[in-house]
């Protein structure tokens, strides 16, 4: 590395600081997060001490730092690019916040891609506790956090940061968190060393907290991809492996299977996904049952060079399951991909002419061909999203149980709406893009 790049990448922020606005209980009363900024300070401080940063860099990163007149969308995904460790200041407002769920899944899916062209996990989210959450209330991207919050000492874990900071008697515990905390940002920015990734579209990022106060939701993710002992005559057997779910289309910009990628991005967007391959799987069934989940086929098309499968493929697609949708990964870097893009897009159109020609403008994208691992985890939320509410449409309706009632009953299903703003910025909404838009 030259040294102007090594400058660079060592005046990269240690730390993004994500929390949750407070709102003034009162006109012209005091600024309530001024304490949130007063710990800020207290941590670059310390992460400064503990690293050879020069003069002038930043050692950490919150929203308070934005410029007037400086865009705020642009500049938060920047940070959220570059920065080497997001740190996540939990409270009950926190995960109620979509922006801040939006912070985390941008930072979450550089890990993952990280773990995805490396094959080594990124854990480089460092939690914070600002005001104490029960277990039970902490959506599946935090709860599966591996952290120990003990080590920061007791009367943190039960008072949290922000008791801490506001009662004097405590000033030796606040300090000792602070301090501990800094250090654990510093150890995870240098022992996993996540590079910089390409800045997300923030105001169109969708949240990794999912629908408020409800688990992780179902989803099923399936692969149609040959293996490596059934592959087509004169198909490369590099991109393939022993199951079905071992298909590397990006291969070698991944080293890891796409369908457990998949698993991780929707991990990340509070769902619990479940894995299988198209082959081991029975017939379509029968179409007029309610789905149990929403669901995306991972599809490969030299996986329809196979007859019986093919005849399976358009027999799904004749039914009327819009639950179900299709991403299909292209990799312009596969010289068989190139040289038969034609022969396979056709075939592809000829089988399934439904999942590739209807739906939401991001399925029908996600079905023409997706060029890159960035663009699958681009149009992937919006894939599944779109499966998701096509999912509550036709998912069987239970009325409450007991009594009688005079409502209609509702469905609740893994995409119930919610609405709000925090950061103080209003919420906006982007179309997804279209193929090109992809590549």
């Not at 730390?15 to 009162?26: D, E, G, I, M, Q």
């Not at 005849?311 to 039914?319: K, V």
Request: hydrophobic share 35%; glycine share 8%.
């Amino acid at each position: 590395m030259t040294s102007p790049q090594r400058r660079a990448a060592d005046l990269r922020p240690y730390f993004f600081l994500s929390y949750a606005h407070t709102p003034r209980y009162a006109a012209g009363g005091p600024d309530p997060d001024m304490w949130v900024e007063r710990l800020y300070r207290d941590l670059c401080g310390h992460v400064m001490a503990m690293t050879d940063l020069p003069a002038g860099a930043s050692a950490g990163f919150m929203d308070r730092e934005i410029r007037s007149g400086e865009g705020w969308s642009e500049r938060l995904g920047e940070v959220l690019a570059t920065c080497r460790v997001f740190v996540p200041l939990f409270s009950p407002r926190y995960f109620a916040s979509e922006m801040c769920g939006k912070e985390w899944y941008a930072f979450a899916t550089r890990a993952i891609y990280h773990h995805a062209r490396h094959n080594r996990p990124a854990e480089a989210i460092v939690p914070a506790l600002w005001v104490p959450v029960p277990p039970e209330q902490l959506p599946g991207p935090a709860e599966r956090l591996q952290f120990n919050h003990r080590d920061f000492g007791d009367r943190y874990v039960t008072d949290g940061l922000y008791g801490l900071i506001k009662l004097r008697i405590f000033a030796e515990e606040y300090e000792r968190a602070v301090y501990e905390l800094a250090k654990r940002i510093v150890a995870v920015a240098d022992t996993v060393g996540i590079g910089p990734g390409r800045p997300v579209d923030y105001r169109a990022a969708p949240s990794a907290f999912g629908t408020s106060g409800r688990g992780p939701r179902p989803l099923k993710v399936t692969v149609v991809a040959p293996t490596r002992h059934d592959l087509p005559e004169g198909r490369e057997a590099e991109y393939y492996g022993e199951m079905a779910q071992d298909w590397n289309p990006y291969h070698p910009e991944a080293a890891r299977p796409l369908a457990y990628v998949t698993e991780d991005l929707v991990r990340s967007l509070n769902y619990q996904a479940t894995v299988a391959s198209f082959d081991h799987e029975g017939g379509p069934g029968d179409s007029k049952a309610p789905p149990a989940h929403p669901e995306i086929l991972l599809l490969d098309r030299w996986a329809l060079k196979d007859e019986e499968r093919r005849a399976r493929l358009a027999a799904l697609d004749a039914e009327h399951r819009p639950w179900v949708s299709v991403v299909v990964p292209r990799n312009p870097a596969d010289h068989q991909e190139r040289a038969h893009d034609a022969e396979l897009h056709r075939v592809l159109e000829q089988t399934m002419p439904v999942q590739t020609g209807q739906g939401r403008p991001a399925s029908r994208a996600a079905a023409r061909g997706v060029p890159s691992m960035e663009a699958f985890g681009q149009i992937l939320p919006q894939v599944v999203e779109a499966a998701a509410q096509q999912y509550l449409r036709h998912a069987a309706v239970y009325p409450p149980a007991g009594g009688r009632h005079t409502e209609r009953p509702r469905l609740r299903g893994p995409m119930a709406s919610e609405s709000g703003t925090t950061h103080g910025q209003p919420e906006t909404h982007q179309s997804a893009p279209d193929a090109e838009d992809l590549g």
